[in-house]
Each structure stands twice: as C-alpha cells, then as structure tokens.
C-alpha cells in the first residue's frame, strides 16, 4: 500500500486523512525527531528528509528559508499534501524535482535542477524522503555547479545521512567518480554534463561491476527492504 490518501485537506476529516497516511504509510512518523537536517553551503541550500509541517516551519524560522525543492516529485500522498499547503501558509517558492536514487542520473533533470539553483530565491531546503540518496546527489550537485570539487561533493553521499554506497544507489557515486575520471580540472562540470555525459553507457558500466557478493547483498537488503527507500 502506498497512500490511503483521499487527495483533500480542506476539511477537519481531510487533514486528519492526510496525516494518517504521512506518519503511518509514508512512515513520517519516524521523521517526527529525526530530521536528518544539514547545510550545504551556508545561507544558500539546506538538506532534510522530507519535513513535516511544524518542522519546515522550524527550518524556515531559523535558516530564513525562501525556497522548498521536492525531489520526490508530485507522489500525491498525506506528506507531499501537507508539505505543499505548508510551504503556501510560509510563503516559500515550490519546486518540484523528481530525481531518482537507484538510476543514473538523467542529464535533463541535472541541467534542469542546475537552472533551478541559478534562478531560485535562497535560501532553499532540498528534500527526499529520508535525506540520504536523492538529497544526496541534488546536494553533491549544487556543490559542483558552484564550481566545487568532486571530493566535496562526495560528502554529501555518506552515512552520516543514511547514504549505502554497496547498494543499488551506489550508481551515484560511480556518476561522480565518473566526472572525476573523464571532466574534472578538464571541464566545467556542467558542460561535461551537456557535451559528453552518457547516461546508459554509466548504467552499462556500473551493472557490470556490481556483482552480487555478500557485502553488497547485505546492503541492499538493508536499503531496500528494512528500511524502505523509495
């Protein structure tokens, strides 16, 4: 099951219906303490899993947010309906920029978010739903197109946000090694993106390496299962 939304929370009984879903089937429950909230840069990107109400309303009270990027896309359940009422009440700019944690990213949504980052008012909060992999990779690419390093960018793939490199979403980091090896201190990043980035030749490449030894079933296992990554 993945929502038992019923797409309306202009009522008492909507609102309630919206909440049910996001704590107990979009498991927002968890979420309630643990916010997995960072800075990217300081005063102009922050980083969360995707917030409930009164904490994007602590983020914007205390970071001056102006801007809120959803990375799960228009997925129509309890928590993405009471994140996009919230962000209207506190008058945040919505983005919505779905990126995906266990393909290869896609050059016209890395083109497209780097657009976004140009034009957007900061500071922004960007969010998945735990803030570990799509966050993850849109930080390490704010990074890159602010003309920072690919050792920067990595840190934003770690576990200190939950990041499993030995997954499947382990083909994020092979897309930054992959700047790092071919464009890296040769060209602009997104230039490289543009002229030369071959997304399915990435995919070719990573599932070829990507055998299944015990380490890297183990954290699948984990990632996908027990905890339940989108």
Known sequence: MDTIYRGDISTRSGRRNAWIDALFID?????LG???FAAVKPGALYRSNHPVPFRLAQFTREAGLRTLINLRGQCRNGSDALSRDAANRFH??????????????????????AEIYRTMQRPALIHCKSGADRAGIAAALFILTEGGTVAAARTQ?????????????????AFLDLYEREGEGRKPFLAWVAEDYDQTALRT???ATSTAGIPRRIARFLNDHLLARE
């Open 157 to 173: 793939l770690t576990w200190r946000f939950g990041h499993i490199r030995h997954s499947n979403t382990g083909i994020l980091d």
């Open 34 to 36: 643990w916010t997995n």
């Open 27 to 31: 498991h927002a429950i968890l979420r």
């Open 205 to 207: 490449a990573y599932d």
């Open 92 to 113: 945040l700019d919505f983005h919505d920029m779905a990126l995906d944690s266990r393909g290869a990213p896609q050059r016209d949504r890395i083109l497209r978010l």
